[in-house]
């Protein structure tokens, strides 16, 4: 019922830039949370930056270097990468919680994109 779709992706050079956008589209009424993960080859998935209301929360590797901001309008959510080093290079994922449209009460959803490939390498 909920569509997430990732794109911008890439191959990039050690100290280059990329931005990632995340766009949910669907049955949704609400969106509570927008988030990107990441995960590296034989690594656990982990959390690169999340956006909730006007929140915003970094993993340490990506504070000072990601951005991650958000068009409501849209519900896209972008993750403005500058500094990318090779340990940046995943697989990353974006995950959208809210509120179904279609459900009364309203029902929870949480959908995961199907993950865009980000290369950092010279």
């Known amino acids: 019922q909920v569509q997430v779709v990732e794109s911008g992706g890439g191959l990039v050079q050690p100290g280059g830039s990329l931005r990632l956008s995340c766009a949910a589209s669907?049955?949704?009424?609400?969106?509570?949370?927008m988030g990107w993960y990441r995960q590296a080859p034989g690594k656990q998935r982990e959390l690169v930056a999340v956006i909730t209301g006007d929140s915003t929360d970094y993993a340490d590797s990506a504070k000072g270097r990601f951005t991650i901001s958000r068009d409501n309008a849209k519900n896209t959510v972008y993750l403005q990468m500058n500094s990318l080093k090779p340990e940046d290079t995943a697989e990353y994922s974006c995950?959208?919680?809210?509120?179904?449209?279609?459900?009364?009460?309203?029902?929870?959803?949480?959908?995961w994109g199907q993950g865009t490939q980000v290369t950092v390498s010279s």
């Open positions: 995950n959208v919680r809210g509120l179904l449209q279609d459900f009364w009460p309203r029902r929870a959803f949480d959908s």
């Open positions: 669907g049955s949704i009424f609400s969106i509570n949370l």
